[in-house]
């Protein structure tokens, strides 16, 4: 009977071995390479989520000031109100008793009415410019989710990036760009938008 051939098994296994690392290697390098790249676009999404909401924050403080000047406005237009509804009282006797009441009850009834007119004006120009402060916070604020939304799928990532270099499974890297790309689609619509 023939000797078995003898395969030199240890030289293989140092060979498959190398090539394992050689590809892990590069496989972490893809890893790296990508985590890097979703922390920059983190950190840039969350820059800009941080910036948006306090633009958003500034602009809401502005029309709650604008809202008090609207409502001073108005208790102004009231006052103006009640004081031309006294002239028109203080004329009623002199009218009951079929007596011309004086001229200047009726001036200042019509002064007051005209007051009235110019603050009503003031009161809604306050109201309108409250009513875009907080549309343009609102708009703000859509920004600052899109942005908080991407840097959460940034987040999220960047910890499966992790775990597959841990573990080495591609798959789960795949995975991982797959959420860092949708991420920063999100991130540039946001940006674009």
Do not use: C
């Amino acid at each position: 009977m023939p000797e078995e051939v003898e395969v030199e098994t240890e030289k293989l296994r140092e060979a498959v071995h190398e090539e394992l690392e050689k590809e892990n290697s590069d496989f972490l390098k893809q890893i790296a390479l990508t985590t890097a790249i979703l922390a920059a676009f983190a950190a840039v999404g969350s820059l800009q989520a941080g910036d948006t909401v306090n633009e958003a924050l500034v602009l809401k403080t502005e029309a709650t000031r604008l809202q008090a000047q609207a409502s001073d406005q108005w208790a102004y237009y009231q006052a103006k109100g009640i004081k031309g509804a006294l002239q028109e009282a203080a004329r009623a006797p002199w009218l009951a008793v079929a007596k011309a009441p004086p001229a200047d009850l009726q001036a200042q009834q019509k002064r007051y009415a005209d007051e009235q007119a110019a603050i009503q004006q003031k009161a809604e120009d306050f109201e309108r410019q409250r009513d875009a402060k907080e549309r343009e916070s609102a708009q703000l604020l859509h920004r600052h989710h899109g942005f908080a939304r991407s840097v959460t799928l940034f987040q999220i990532a960047i910890a499966l990036g992790a775990v597959a270099a841990l573990t080495r499974v591609r798959l789960v890297w795949i995975i991982s760009s797959l959420l860092g790309l949708t991420g920063i689609v999100l991130f540039l619509y946001t940006w674009l938008s």
